[in-house]
């Protein structure tokens, strides 16, 4: 019999101890009548039965608002309703559209955008796939009445009742989620995708061509169909136990970051800032900003001055940018922009030079910024010059680039002009071994990478490079590499280089993820990490900027590593490295 006693009810809230909510926070958007936000009750209980806690958010366009929301939320539901205004497609309207609704279509479309931006989970459904489309690059069909079809979308049927088949591609998450390749689907829509643009891929249609589903084609967890799974029970259950679980690891993520540093070791990003580079703002020329940072969970990035290697009779001023000549004064340039560009506003990001200074960085909230060398070349001929660029803050020098240097030689354009490390070489190792800098191996030729082993009293890094055994190619380690650094207490930092995961350069982030595997495997969970190589050419679907970072922590929680496995990886090996170096210093 139904209780009609508060205290009674409450008492399945007070008999157990109090516990923090562990199911995640699925926003679902809200239709608008008259002066009602309104929502049909099977969105949400549909939620609710999957696992996940439903949380309204109404058609407001309020940037403040709107971060409140995406700040809050594990996932996004967008819902069914009434067509969009051509006119935000740059379209004026056909005689066939149908009602507008000007009170949601801002809201959304704003929502979708930062919400993908942030890798926040989606399911769109209608006019919600509707919506995945027009915020992010796609075009839709104002009435589908002008494209030849055979058969009725918008049945009259009960909306409970499936009315048509919908053809599944094998190779999507639709089809592996009801591992079929055919299933029965209700419609009422007149709208449909017409382009499904540059970041999603058709998954599904109807026999008469009409798209019926879309999804990320890069490796997000984003989809869109253009039925209703929300009436059909548990038939349209599995969408919702889908988003509901991709929400779930997206809160663990969330959480894992805000309880540990994460560090990337390498990035080129700097080599733009003479252009003219916005940092504080999402910068589309650039792989690292402050909003991808801040989007994708790296606490801590570092940013090199790289050097180009000058070939054959090539002096330095005919391959420098900027008719910068020497190759000190190229580097100072590259430090004085990063401190005019990036540091130049304390308040959101800072530079550190040891993992203290990252810590204090982040209890106080903001992002940090180590910095380093890539191409020994800065130092010219001079050894005074190691300490300078240790004066100015770096943390490590990359040894050599792509092509022999005065220190050692590299694995790419190689001349074998050394036979490995040059005398000049083993002093320049030895002074950056006093002044606790790490030596960085990445570019640098096997013979130079053993010798600098042998030379160094300090672990050596490799700040971004990737494993032969999967892409056979010279900037790659072998498995006795690895296997010879971790002997020596050094890292490996898995990078996203296409041409460095795969022979084909047709590289995800499963690949990234199958190298850092094998890394693990051949040199033990206290030997790896992760060096994007963002600006230097690095990035891949769903690992293709910073702001997709958090992508790297979802793989993690997917393979079921322990956080403190996943706390080595994320730079804990690296910072372990850093602080041996620091120590021995002298």
């Keep these: 019999m139904k209780s009609f006693s508060l205290d009674r009810h409450l008492q399945t809230f007070y008999n157990v101890p109090p516990e923090k909510n562990e199911r995640p926070v699925v926003g679902i958007t809200t239709n608008y009548e008259g002066i009602d936000a309104t929502l049909r009750d099977r969105y949400y209980r549909q939620i609710v039965q999957a696992g996940g806690v439903p949380m309204l958010i109404p058609p407001i366009a309020d940037r403040d608002v709107l971060l409140g929301t995406l700040d809050t939320i ?13 006119l935000w497609a740059g379209e004026e309207p056909l005689p066939t559209l149908h009602h507008i609704n000007n009170e949601r279509d801002l809201p959304e479309l704003l929502l979708t955008r930062l919400a993908f931006d942030r890798q926040i989970p989606m399911l769109g459904i209608c006019r919600g796939i ?24 918008s049945q009259d049927a009960d909306r409970t009742e499936p009315t048509h088949s919908v053809a599944i591609e094998k190779d999507s998450t639709l089809h592996s989620i009801y591992n079929a390749e055919r299933i029965f689907v209700n419609s009422f829509h007149h709208q449909a995708i017409a382009a499904p643009g540059p970041h999603l891929k058709v998954t599904a249609r109807a ?7 879309v999804e990320s084609r890069e490796h997000k967890a984003v989809m869109g169909v253009q039925w209703h799974p929300e009436w059909l029970g548990d038939d349209g259950q599995p969408l919702f136990a889908w988003l509901t679980a991709e929400a779930d690891i997206f809160r ?15 990035c080129d990003t700097p080599m733009f800032f003479p252009q003219g580079i916005h940092f504080e703002q999402r910068d589309p020329t ?17 940013m090199v001055a790289y050097l180009p290697q000058p070939q054959g009779n090539e002096k330095f001023a005919d391959v420098a940018p900027f008719g910068v000549e020497s190759p000190k004064a190229y580097a100072d340039l590259i430090f004085d922009k990063i401190n005019d560009t990036v540091l130049s506003d304390s308040r959101f990001i800072a530079l550190a030079h040891n993992r203290d200074e990252l810590l204090a960085n982040k209890r106080a909230g903001k992002r940090s910024l180590m910095i380093g060398i890539e191409n020994g070349l800065a130092i010219e001929n001079d050894l005074s010059n190691v300490e300078h660029f240790a004066k100015r803050g770096i943390v490590y020098i990359t040894l050599c680039h792509n092509g022999d240097n005065q220190i050692c030689d590299s694995a790419r354009r190689s001349q074998d002009t050394h036979g ?3 005398e000049f070489g083993e002093k320049v190792i030895a002074e950056m071994n006093r002044l606790g800098l790490m030596v960085d191996l990445s570019h640098a030729g096997e013979r130079s990478f053993y010798d600098a082993l042998h030379i160094s009293r300090t672990p050596i890094v490799c700040s971004h490079s990737n494993c032969r055994r999967l892409c056979d190619v010279p900037r790659n380690l072998t498995d006795d590499q690895l296997r010879a650094l971790a002997a020596k207490g050094g890292v490996c930092q898995i ?4 041409g460095f995961l795969r022979t084909d350069s047709n590289a995800c982030i499963t690949d990234a993820m199958t190298h850092l595997e094998h890394a693990i495997k051949v040199m033990g969970i206290d030997h790896v990490g992760l060096g994007t190589d963002f600006d230097g050419d690095g990035g891949v679907p769903g690992l293709a900027d910073a702001s997709e970072l958090i992508n790297f922590t979802k793989e993690l929680l997917r393979r079921r590593y322990s956080e403190e496995d996943m ?10 490295v850093l602080e041996e170096c620091q120590a021995k210093k002298g």
């Design 74 to 86: 594990d996932a996004l539901l967008l819902t069914g309703g009434a067509d969009y205004n051509p």
């Design 130 to 153: 509707q919506t995945l489309a027009m915020a992010l690059g796609g075009r839709v069909h104002q009435d589908i009445s002008h494209v030849a079809t055979n058969f009725r979308h």
């Design 207 to 213: 026999a008469d061509g009409i798209v019926e589903a």
């Design 252 to 266: 663990r993520a969330k959480q894992f970051h805000r309880r540990n540093l994460t560090l990337d070791s390498h």
């Design 286 to 302: 650039i792989l690292y900003d402050l909003h991808k940072m801040t989007e994708g969970g790296p606490d801590a990035v570092t």
């Design 420 to 422: 490995g490390v040059s």
């Design 495 to 498: 990078t996203l280089y296409n």
């Design 567 to 576: 706390a080595k990886i994320w730079g804990g090996n690296w910072l372990r």
